[in-house]
């Protein structure tokens, strides 16, 4: 079997283990947040904050969700990193926007943040959660801090060991494509 054969089936059988009550839940809970005129402020680090920024584009324009990715601000991430550190770069954003109990928080991560990796998305988690904000998020492994404190979240089942990065970064584009589509917010 070649390897894209592989990569595929591996995808396939990730597919067939994923929850899609969790989807279900998610895609709820962002229908609460736009239908309080909340925003919803997208997070993820490395290719996760790529399709952070992708997401907020198809939240914005097919669901009419006030949408952001703080990343998508590239003088203010380095300004912050810079000034005070990589770590507070997710929560100062926050505090600046004001995050409050009609707000969401999207988090997008492999890990989904632990002890001594993403501390920033435990930090925006953190923070989310004392604002009464919805947090939300599609992960991998075994969900991390995200998944310990989140209102909804899918975990991108870890069935190939070797390959945890890119199936889950993956499949959270495919998810949040789900998500842009689903009928609670299409």
Known sequence: MTF???YLDETIAILGELN?????HIAG??????????????????????????AVNDFRKLCHIEAYAPTDNVAELTARTNDDGWDSTFVEWLRTSKIDHNDGLLVLSVGGGGQRV???VVKAVEYAKLRL????GIVGR???YTASRANA???????YKDRITPHTEGLASVVC??????PALA
């Open 142 to 144: 075994d969900g991390g």
């Open 4 to 6: 894209s054969a592989r």
């Open 118 to 120: 993403s501390i920033n």
């Open 29 to 54: 809970e962002i229908s609460r947040v736009r239908q309080a005129d909340g925003r919803l402020f997208i997070i993820g680090v490395g290719g996760s904050s790529a399709t952070a920024s992708h």
């Open 177 to 182: 494509h789900m998500l842009v589509s689903h």
């Open 20 to 24: 899609t009550a969790d989807i279900d």
């Open 133 to 136: 904000a919805t947090v939300l």
């Open 153 to 159: 979240c899918l975990v991108i089942p870890p069935l």
